[in-house]
């Protein structure tokens, strides 16, 4: 037998691993050839989209719980949080990359992915997505008849936010309106209405979103100034650093402010320190920024939300007497 003239064939569009992939995910190592592109289509190898879809519900949730006097958030609603967000972050990104899939094709990033290496068809893709948003819907009927109607409200701005790229230099702010809406949904799955916390929450997850997204788009602000891609990054330039700082320091003044509202006890404030200290910690590593380091520093946003996450979450326990 003759010997295979290459051994080591470079990897296939459907084996490669995506450069924000996290390395060793069973997407790239397990799940079957043929569901690859899809699961990656819904980002299911990039889990820290829904992570930060997913803690602004729990934010408010957290929030909602103080203010009614209870122990801890509805575990219902967090389970019911936590699958939407899974399936309305794969269906929001299939969405974007079917309208981006050509400027994705000449960012180095992204040209890798179903759509623009061909992997995935556009119809395929949109067959896909309207699949996602049908799961996502029921789970968005199991809460009451104003929450449908506020969560049902956010897709005008989720379907708005690809093209803001090439409209706007901070398509961040949208994305923030965007991811951020858990913070009222969160609220509203209790309460049947909205008031000043949820506001406050809400407008506290829009700025940090910009502050970790503009660190997310320091990977790419060469290869987005080719191809006409407008980002905060871009618009912010050489005070990137400072201007990440000031919309960290909204969002802890705007998430205190809405724990004051509550009544918030000494575990939410304690969450609200932590989630204070992370986020500084990450402007302090922001003064030499290399694509890995922004990376790492916009994935560790995940940690930082858990925290003010858990602080709340736990400020009713602390309160009970046995």
């Known amino acids: 037998m003759a010997p295979d003239p290459n051994p080591n064939p470079a990897p296939t569009a459907d084996t490669a691993v995506l450069p924000d992939a996290l390395k060793g995910h069973w997407v790239d190592t397990h799940a079957p050839l043929r569901w690859r592109p899809f699961l990656k289509l819904a980002r299911m190898e990039r889990p820290i989209g829904w992570w930060l879809l997913l803690l602004p519900c729990w934010w408010a949730a957290g929030l909602a719980a103080i203010a009614a006097g209870r122990p801890f958030p509805d575990p219902w609603h967090c ?3 936590l699958i939407g967000a899974i399936t ?3 269906a929001g990104s299939t969405f974007n990359d079917i309208v981006d899939r050509k ?3 000449q960012v180095a ?4 992915r179903p759509l623009p290496s061909g992997q995935v068809t556009p119809k395929a893709a949109a067959i896909f997505m309207v699949c996602l948003s049908l799961a996502g819907f029921v789970v968005l009927l199991q809460f009451n008849g104003f929450t449908i109607a506020t969560g049902i409200a956010s897709l005008a701005i989720v379907a708005i936010y690809p093209f803001m ?4 230099n901070m398509p961040q702010f949208v994305l923030g309106l965007a991811f951020s809406w858990g913070g009222l949904v969160g609220w509203s799955a209790v309460f049947g209405r909205l008031d000043a916390p949820a506001y406050l929450i809400y407008a506290a997850a829009i700025v940090w979103t910009i502050g970790y997204d503009t660190i997310y788009a320091m990977q790419d602000i060469e290869d987005d100034a080719i191809a006409g891609i407008k980002s905060s990054a871009r618009l912010f330039g050489a005070c990137a650093r400072e201007a990440v700082a000031l919309c960290f320091a909204l969002a802890v003044l705007l998430a205190g402010s809405a724990t004051w509202l509550v009544g918030g006890g000494a575990g939410a404030w304690l969450g609200v320190g932590a989630f204070a200290a992370h986020l500084g910690w990450q402007i302090s590593r922001l003064r030499a920024v290399t ?7 916009f994935r560790s946003n995940r940690d930082a939300g858990l925290l003010l996450a858990a602080g709340l979450a736990l400020d009713g326990l602390g309160r009970i007497t046995f």
């Open 79 to 81: 389970l019911l949080f």
């Open 291 to 297: 694509p890995p380091i922004a990376l790492g520093l």
């Open 109 to 112: 990033r992204t040209r890798g």
């Open 103 to 105: 400027l994705d094709a």
């Open 88 to 90: 309305m972050r794969a």
């Open 165 to 168: 790229k090439r409209v706007t």
